[in-house]
Structures are given as C-alpha cells and as structure tokens.
C-alpha cells in the first residue's frame, strides 16, 4: 500500500497561480472578523440559506434529489422523509448541522469520519453506516451510449480503515508543526481521502462535509455563510476534471495534486468574495437605503437571467415581499425584464435586451 506522509509537501514548489490564490483567501480571511460584526439578525439568515443550498447541492452532485419546497421543510425540521432521497438529505443536513456547531470538538481522526458517515445514513435501510467498505469499489462514468467507463480503482478494503488512520495523523502532524499552509495541506488531504473512497456509499458527501469541517478548524469560516457545496456543484464537470488529472499515478505516489488544489481554492475564494458582496448590501441596509436601491444595486452587477430566490439569497436584510416589490418596480421603470411565469419566473437586465 502507498504512504502518506504531508511533511514531504514543504519541500514542493508552487506556481504563481497556487501562491495568489492562497494570499488572497488569507487577505480574506484576515477581513473575516470584519464580516462577522455585521447585523446578527441578516447573518443568521445567510446561515440557513447556506445551509438549505448546501444540503440540495451536495446531494443534488450524487442524484439524491426532493422538491425544493420538501427540502426547505427537512432542513428546517419540519417534515419527516417520504421516500430514501429524503432519508439521505435529512442525513446529510444532520451531519452539516454537527459540523456547523460542532468543529471545534471534532477532531480529524478516523473514529470520528465513521461516526459522521454513521449519522449521514442514519435514516436509511442501509447496514453500512458508519463501517469503511466490505467490497471493491471503483470511480466510473457511464458514456451516451451506456458504455461504462472506469475513471479510477480506489484501496482495496483491507487497506482502507490503516489508510483513513495514517492521512488523519499525517494531516495533524504536519499542521501542528506548521510546515504547510493549511490551503495546501487541507485538499491534499480530500484528494486522498477520495482516492482511498472509504465506503461503500456516501464518499463525496462525506468529503464536502470533511471540507467544510477543515477549513472551519483552520478558521475559515466562508463555507458557514456561503455555500461551498453548491459552488461545487455548480463547477461540477471542472471539479471531476481536476480530480482525474489530480489522481493520475496515485497509487505509486507519482500524481500531481496541483490541479486539483487550484481548483479547491478557486472555490474557496469565489465563496469568500461572494461573501464580501453579501455583506456590502447588508451595510448598505444599514444606511437608509430602501430596499428598492439594495436590489437595484445588486442586480446590476448581474448578467444573465436570475430568479427572485437568488435576490433573496444575496439580499439577507430584505423580506420576501421587499424583494418581491423591488423587483416589480425594476421592471416598472424599465431596469429589468420579466422572463416566464409561475414557477419559471426569472429577470434579466434590460439592457442586455436585443431589437
């Protein structure tokens, strides 16, 4: 079996892409505590959006989907699951939950991951919950034409619960003594934990919320209040991408991690700076704009078209009627043009309206 040992990351050299991405997030993360002195009350409020994408989208990457109406109602707890999508998000929204309130207490060790994926299936018929995998697995991709196509052939199980023990105690070493940035080591350590593919189901779930609970212990907080599962998602063919070229010679300790550490980090800092922009509308609440000019304001940095729920949930200080009226009045005096109906209504800026 291959070792892991992240020390032998201090002796690597990074490109120039690599080394901007990290010195932006720590400017960010510098202007984080910042952010967090806003408005209480708007803050909250993009924790539960974050934590309603979040769910959808990182079930939405494995094909565990529900209506968005039952999804709002199982994040907020106020519905039972009907059928095993709904098993498997409700798991997951636990699991986020935990991790949301709970990192400081969660130590990256391998008794931990299998109690999370315990709780991530906590609410299906499955048997496996919370035990590393009894049988091969294998990463594959089915073609148009049904052909099946293995993409990569993780550890054998044998090898697998020594593998997830030597990567949490390397990544705890080599933080403690501070020999690489955390931005490097910590998808270094996702990269090898998807290659190792520890379960039987469940292994990209578990590696977003592994995400999310690294980055919080490291102190970067972003994923809390934006959510890094649905830039994921929303990036989905580039995040598949980045790991077939980042696991390429793996099992001889010959790949190149880079490709798929720019990619992470590229996240991260369109989270942060997603952030950023949230929170300049809420001070703008904060000085006596009307909720016409806080959605005027962040509509015009949009392009293409864009729904009310998206406003909503880049406007924290406004209510779903302010949004509502804003909008109606931006098309009133010919700001926005109203697209579709019903469900499907969106808004694209006039503007960009050709005759």
Same mark, same amino acid.
């Given at each position: ?55 959808? *989208? ?6 565990? $989907? &529900?209506? @968005? %109406? ?5 994040? *907020? ?13 409700? #798991? ?11 990192? /400081? ?43 099946? $196509? ?9 090898? &697998? ?12 070493? &080599? ?5 690489? /940035? ?24 578990? %590696? ?33 991408? *980045? ?5 390429? #010679? ?35 609440? #904060?000085?006596? %704009?009307? %909720? ?18 998206? $406003? ?18 931006? $098309? ?7 697209? @579709?109906? #019903? ?13």
């Amino acid at each position: 079996m291959r070792e892991f040992d992240y020390s032998k990351l201090a002796n690597k050299t990074w490109d120039n892409e690599i080394i901007s991405y990290i010195s932006k997030i720590h400017e960010y993360k510098g202007k984080q505590e910042l952010f967090l002195r806003q408005k209480p009350v708007e803050l909250e409020r993009l924790i539960e959006i974050a934590k309603i994408q979040s769910t959808e *989208a990182s079930n939405r990457i494995e094909g565990i $989907v &529900t209506t @968005g %109406s039952r999804l709002k109602q199982l994040v *907020a707890d106020k519905t039972t699951p009907q059928n095993r999508d709904e098993e498997e998000i409700l #798991g997951y929204r636990n699991v986020l939950n935990l991790v949301h309130e709970n990192y /400081d207490v969660l130590p990256v060790k391998s008794n931990y991951i299998l109690q999370m994926h315990r709780d991530l299936l906590k609410y299906t018929n499955y048997s496996y919950g919370g035990q590393f995998k009894t049988s091969p697995n294998e990463i594959d991709m089915v073609l148009q034409n049904g052909e099946k $196509v293995v993409l990569f052939k993780p550890l054998e199980p044998y090898e &697998t619960p020594d593998a997830i023990n030597m990567i949490c105690e390397t990544y705890q070493n &080599t933080l403690s003594r501070e020999l690489v /940035d955390e931005l490097i080591l910590i998808p270094c350590f996702i990269l090898d934990f998807l290659c190792i593919h520890p379960f039987n189901d469940g292994n990209g779930r578990m %590696s977003r919320l592994l995400t999310l609970l690294l980055l919080y212990r490291s102190g970067y907080l972003v994923g809390q209040y934006v959510s890094i599962e649905k830039a994921i998602a929303d990036t989905k063919e580039a995040y598949y991408d *980045a790991l077939q070229k980042a696991d390429e #010679g793996w099992h001889i300790e010959k790949n190149d991690p880079k490709p798929f550490i720019k990619y992470m980090l590229g996240v991260i800092l369109a989270c942060y700076r997603e952030f950023e922009a949230r929170i300049t509308l809420v001070e703008k609440a #904060g000085t006596k %704009s009307t %909720s016409y000019d806080i959605v005027k304001a962040h509509v015009s940095e949009r392009i293409g078209a864009f729904s009310k729920q998206e $406003v909503l949930a880049s406007c924290p200080s406004l209510g779903s009627s302010s949004v509502e009226s804003a909008l109606k009045k931006l $098309v009133e005096d010919g700001t926005l043009v109203r697209i @579709g109906a #019903g469900r499907k209504t969106a808004y694209i800026k006039a503007d960009s309206v050709t005759h």
